[in-house]
């Protein structure tokens, strides 16, 4: 079940979501926020936020930026009366913006659509793959490696929070087609989780952590379209 939270001072507009998706989802878990300083307290995981911009204390465009420190993929959607804000919503990787007053048909679509996104980041978050190295074999957690290596027949599989990489029996064909499209090829010898791409440069990728990879340059217009398609199709920078 996924875990809702609406953040708004207005304890009318809280109930108005709050019965959208009530009406839409019966069974729906939902948390309300009059703040931003409350909603980071609770310290839950929520799937999908519904976070005013303007409201008194923490902003919800300040609120978004510790949330994303917390947890990259939460599917965020700003609700507020002033457009102007939507390049700040944009810098957070927010999934939508809505407009108040707020119209239930145009509220559905949008919350259909976040439903559908958030379903899919944590299917993402579960998913695992196996490897075989010299003595063992085991299944990793996909969205824990940062980038993969090619080391001849085998692979390094450089992960968060290990100083050495994993060496594993496999090819990079083998691994770019289980892993999916957070990972890109970004050279013949680097696999890289765009998730963790913290900036790159004509001729390099630096990622979380300061790890470093190289990026071909004839590949990198290719890269480079690959990357803002993947941040505008639901993908979220952990960085």
Same mark, same amino acid.
């Given at each position: ?32 926020? /009059?703040?931003?300083?409350? +909603?980071?307290?609770?310290?839950? %995981?929520?799937? !999908? =936020? $519904?976070?005013?911009?303007?409201? @008194?204390?923490?902003?919800?465009? /300040?609120?978004?930026?510790? +949330?994303?420190?917390?947890?990259? %993929?939460?599917? !965020? =959607? $700003?609700?507020?009366?002033?457009? @102007? ?155």
């Amino acid at each position: 079940m996924l875990h809702i939270a609406v953040v708004d001072d207005e304890e009318a507009i809280r109930q108005q979501i709050h019965g959208f998706i009530k009406k839409h989802e019966p069974n729906i878990l939902i948390s309300d926020f /009059a703040t931003g300083e409350e +909603l980071l307290e609770a310290g839950s %995981d929520f799937d !999908i =936020i $519904f976070l005013d911009i303007r409201m @008194e204390g923490m902003d919800g465009i /300040a609120a978004a930026r510790f +949330l994303r420190q917390r947890n990259a %993929d939460t599917v !965020i =959607i $700003f609700i507020t009366g002033i457009k @102007e804000y939507v390049f700040d919503a944009f810098d957070v990787s927010a999934f939508h913006y809505l407009l108040k007053p707020m119209k239930k048909g145009k509220f559905i679509q949008v919350f259909d659509r976040a439903k559908e996104e958030a379903e899919k980041r944590k299917r993402q978050r579960e998913k695992q793959i196996f490897i075989k190295t010299k003595n063992q074999g085991f299944t990793i957690n996909v969205n824990r490696i940062l980038y993969i290596e090619s080391k001849g027949k085998k692979v390094g599989i450089h992960t968060l929070h290990m100083e050495e990489a994993i060496e594993a029996y496999a090819t990079m064909e083998e691994l770019k087609e289980q892993l999916g499209g957070s990972f890109y090829r970004c050279h013949r010898g680097y696999l890289v989780n765009m998730s963790y791409i913290e900036k790159y440069d004509m001729d390099s990728i630096i990622l979380s952590g300061g790890e470093k990879v190289y990026l071909t340059k004839k590949k990198h217009s290719d890269f480079v379209k690959a990357y803002m398609w993947y941040l505008q199709n639901g993908g979220v920078s952990c960085v």
